[in-house]
């Protein structure tokens, strides 16, 4: 027989095998709707038909046999159905809502929870990755049945893995053995964990796989009679006894027997425990009696007596275990347990929806901190509630503090829950924080305080220009550590800035104390704050107070303290109205400020700021003496202005002005951004002046042609330095070619 003619023979009929699974679930799963389920095949056959199976064989088949897992598992009947729909999503043109109207959110949910995971991708096979990613599916899947689903589909796969391509089997094999087995057994799922270890060990160690393979086909008709003779003696003997009891024996899995060899180096004959006995009774009284009986007929190994039933295993495992030395000298392990523990080890959490709780035989020790706190929390809760509410509600939590995304090479990253690319950014590094220009999620341009979720894949824009970060995201970051890091740089980086706003912050603090800056400047006050609060220079102080090193609040207070305890208080509290008087008389110079410009030789005057060049406090400024209108205020550098200034009949109609201290309004000005004509380009000028809070009064864009737009912005700044930031900032945004404030050439 050629090869092909064996795969054309092995051809699967979708129909016959459905009818199986119905008998199937007629016999173990009662009570279900057969009709609902039928309906879900029904769906899938038609979803699917064209598609094949690398064997061949319709592509329905697959889903057929998922299903056929999954009531293996005990699983309930939504979750049959979701198996049997759980690649229409992924691989049709059938939605999340079409699967809703016909079987219900929950069947939805679950099939789009499966998509999902189908579609991370596992490219980064560092071991420090793995468990990141394991934890990560866990997170994503929310419902338990995603994951059991999940690992039905996979074990299927694993299963006719024979078709694949030899690259394809090596690398899912690696996936399952890395991923999904370990997954299984933490779900406390034996059954599925050693099927999906063995069918891996074959494509990943071929030669290693058929070397344990050959040698126990070798052994096999030896080792089937020693286990059928120890049987029957262990059984007459336990009836001797009158336990009821029902002994299984088996060899042990292909992986468990290759994993001995290599961390002992052994050849199999220096396996000696190759094969494992089970007694299952119904309490556990008896469990300890059979242990006992046991004992009695063999002579126990030292040192390998277990007993999981006081205390479980993380993943709900109990039984006691113990290896003994037979009549013919050939060691091997016993385990006892009750039916319920024998469940609970074949199948995991899966066996708590099929056998319902007993009498706190798997009730788990208080205090027990471990990766099934979840589980038992709800399965304690759902004792009196019927079996089949069971997986509605049990939703995984185990993760919820915390978020895993991707970065674009594959890297899992681990995030705290609510994190944002601020938090991604700085957790790579932090030069890729501190040169961060944009933030990507799964393609698509996000706000840095975009919140994360799991299996996100999050690609963060950097730029040698950057302007560094911005203080707002101190309050968008999630993490300390993020925190910390633009902290550090704001301390190093910004100390001329930070002295300024330092300065600024301190001022406000010491107005509500009814104080000025004049006040802690004066050496007598300061000198000692200084030495307290270990700064060298008042500049090094106002520095970190702009950093966040050090409160205002609490500099001011130490001031106003210091102020107090002063002998002369009352000297000191004349310089406060010493410099008040001063600024008065400056003020009288040059008269009042008008919106905050001081007309020289004018008081009170009519002052407006032009419309051609919205100057802003900081520009260098001239006045226009306006007919009726007051002074209009251009900056000096307006093309307008310049106008003005070349017409004879507008000489002596200049006059002098400035910007008066302590600015604190904003002042509307208009930038101008000349850029390719792209879509989502409005989209990110949003989102650059969205990040730096800037008061946005209007945004507009057009197209002019040529594949160019010209996007306008109206906003409120401070200063011309907070407009040349956000500038700066416009001007790194990909496609834009210039950023120019309006009354510029
Ligand atoms: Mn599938």
Redesign the pocket.
């Known amino acids: 027989m050629d090869k092909q003619e064996e795969k054309t023979n092995q051809l699967l009929n979708p129909d016959e095998m459905f009818d199986a699974l119905i008998t199937k679930i007629k016999e173990t799963c009662p009570g279900m709707d057969l009709g609902r389920i039928r309906a879900a095949y029904d769906m899938a056959r038609l979803a699917h038909s064209g598609q094949l199976r690398k064997d061949g064989s319709p592509y329905v088949t697959?889903?057929v046999a998922?299903a056929d897992i999954t009531v293996d598992m005990g699983l309930d009947e939504d979750s049959i159905v979701s198996a049997l729909l759980?690649?229409v999503i992924e691989d049709t043109n059938l939605t999340h809502d079409d699967i809703a109207r016909q079987f219900g959110e929950a069947v939805a949910d679950i099939v789009e929870g499966v998509t999902k995971l189908?579609r991370v991708q596992y490219t980064s096979k560092e071991d420090e990755q793995m468990e990141n990613l394991r934890k990560m599916l866990m997170a994503m899947a929310k419902d338990i049945r995603v994951i059991l689903i999940k690992i039905a589909?996979r074990l299927?796969?694993m299963r006719t893995m024979a078709y694949q391509s030899a690259d394809k089997q090596r690398s899912k094999s690696l996936e399952t053995m890395e991923i999904y087995a370990p997954i299984a057994h933490r779900l406390g799922m034996q059954r599925a964990k050693w099927e999906l270890e063995d069918l891996s060990l074959q494509y990943l160690d071929p030669a290693g796989y058929k070397e344990i393979t050959t040698s126990l086909e070798a052994k096999m008709g030896d080792l089937e009679r020693f286990m059928a003779s120890m049987k029957e003696k262990i059984q007459t003997r336990l009836d001797a006894e009158g336990v009821k009891a029902t002994i299984y024996c088996r060899i042990k899995h292909v992986y468990s027997i290759y994993r001995k060899m290599y961390a002992q180096k052994l050849d199999i004959n220096g396996i000696f425990d190759l094969c494992a006995f089970r007694v299952i009774v119904d309490t556990i009284p008896d469990c300890y009696n059979v242990l006992g009986i046991i004992h009695d007929m063999f002579k126990p190994v030292p040192g390998r007596f277990k007993d999981y039933i006081s205390t479980p295993k993380p993943n709900m495992y109990q039984s006691v275990h113990t290896t003994v030395i037979g009549s013919e000298g050939i060691p091997f392990e016993v385990q006892i347990r009750t039916w319920e523990m024998h469940y609970t080890a074949e199948y995991g959490i899966a066996a708590h929806w099929k056998y319902k709780m007993g009498s706190g035989a798997t009730a788990v020790r208080e205090g027990d901190e471990d990766k099934f706190a979840w589980v038992r929390r709800l399965l304690e809760s759902q004792q009196e509630s019927d079996a089949q509410d069971f997986f509605h509600n049990l939703k995984i939590d185990m993760f919820a503090d915390e978020v895993f995304v991707f970065s674009p090479k594959g890297d899992v990253i681990n995030l705290p829950a609510g994190a944002t690319p601020i938090d991604f950014a700085y957790s790579i590094h932090s030069d890729v924080g501190n040169h961060m220009v944009g933030a990507r999620v799964n393609g698509r341009i996000v706000t840095y305080d975009h919140v994360l979720q799991n299996g996100d894949i999050v690609e963060i824009r950097t730029s040698k220009n950057a302007p560094g970060p911005s203080r707002d995201w101190l309050n968008v970051a999630k993490s300390g550590s993020a925190r910390t890091k633009i902290k550090q740089w704001y301390k190093k980086e910004r100390r001329e800035e930070n002295v300024i706003r330092g300065r600024e912050m301190l001022e406000d603090e010491l107005k509500h104390n009814g104080l000025t800056l004049d006040d802690a400047q004066d050496e007598e006050t300061i000198a000692p704050i200084l030495k307290r609060l270990s700064f060298g220079t008042i500049e090094d102080l106002y520095a970190a107070i702009g950093y966040g090193g050090v409160t205002a609040t609490r500099v001011a207070n130490r001031i106003r303290d210091e102020l107090r305890t002063k002998p002369d208080r009352k000297t000191a509290l004349d310089k406060v109205s010493e410099a008040a008087e001063r600024r008065e008389n400056n003020a009288k110079k040059t008269g009042k400020p008008v919106h905050g410009i001081l007309v020289e030789g004018l008081s009170n005057c009519l002052v407006k700021f032009s419309r051609c060049c919205t100057p802003v406090p900081g520009d260098d400024i001239v006045g226009f003496i306006t007919r009726g209108q007051g002074v209009s205020i251009h900056r000096r550098d307006c093309t307008n202005c310049a106008q003005l200034m070349n017409q004879p009949e507008n000489q002596g109609r200049w006059v002098g002005v400035s910007w008066a201290e302590n600015i604190t309004d904003s002042y509307v000005t208009t930038v101008t951004i000349a850029s390719k004509d792209r879509s989502g380009l409005v989209m990110d000028i949003a989102t650059v002046l969205n990040s730096l809070n800037a008061k946005v009064r209007s945004l507009t864009s057009r197209d002019t042609g040529a594949g160019l737009a010209v996007s306008t912005i109206t906003l409120e700044v401070k200063s011309s330095g907070e407009l040349r930031y956000i500038m700066g900032r416009l001007a790194s945004i990909p496609g834009v070619s210039s950023v120019v404030r309006n009354g510029n050439k």
Do not use: F, L
């Open positions: 697959h889903c998922a759980h690649d189908t589909d299927h796969n």
